[in-house]
Nanobody, 125 residues
Framework: VQLQASGGGLVQAGGSLRLSCLAS????????MGWFRQAPGKEREFVAA????????FYADSVKGRFTISRDNAENTVYLQMNSLKPEDTAVYYC???????????????????WGQGTLVTVSS
């Protein structure tokens, strides 16, 4: 499966952005999906994940209550709605697909099999 992330940009602190990740292929609806981010000079970190069915989600503590992950299996797309953005949210955001997670939502990047190219989010203070 190929993943293409979009929707990044420059936003002021307190603002909102919605990221999208379009997947190719007919197996998207069977994969758990995740969003990760990598800030300059830092390691990639987990942001959010959603079960293949869309009914279960999992968030990093740093974004809980501000970010919402969702998916539309008919459109082969996963979204990340980001509200109340902070300068520390500045990073390249990546979407990823987990083929084998099943009922488990995983926060380790090595659990994910396919990755998008990333989209840059910059939050100014």
């Amino acid at each position: 499966v190929q993943l293409q992330a979009s929707g990044g940009g420059l936003v002021q602190a307190g603002g909102s952005l919605r990221l999208s990740c379009l997947a190719s292929g007919r197996t998207f609806s069977s994969y758990n999906m995740g969003w990760f981010r990598q800030a300059p000079g830092k390691e990639r970190e987990f942001v959010a994940a959603i079960k293949w069915s869309g009914g279960v989600t999992f968030y990093a503590d740093s974004v809980k209550g501000r970010f919402t992950i969702s998916r539309d299996n008919a459109e082969n797309t996963v979204y990340l709605q980001m509200n109340s953005l902070k300068p520390e949210d500045t990073a390249v955001y990546y979407c990823a697909a987990d083929r084998w997670g099943g009922s488990r939502l995983r926060g380790r990047s090595d659990a994910y099999d396919y990755w998008g190219q990333g989209t840059l989010v910059t939050v100014s203070s």
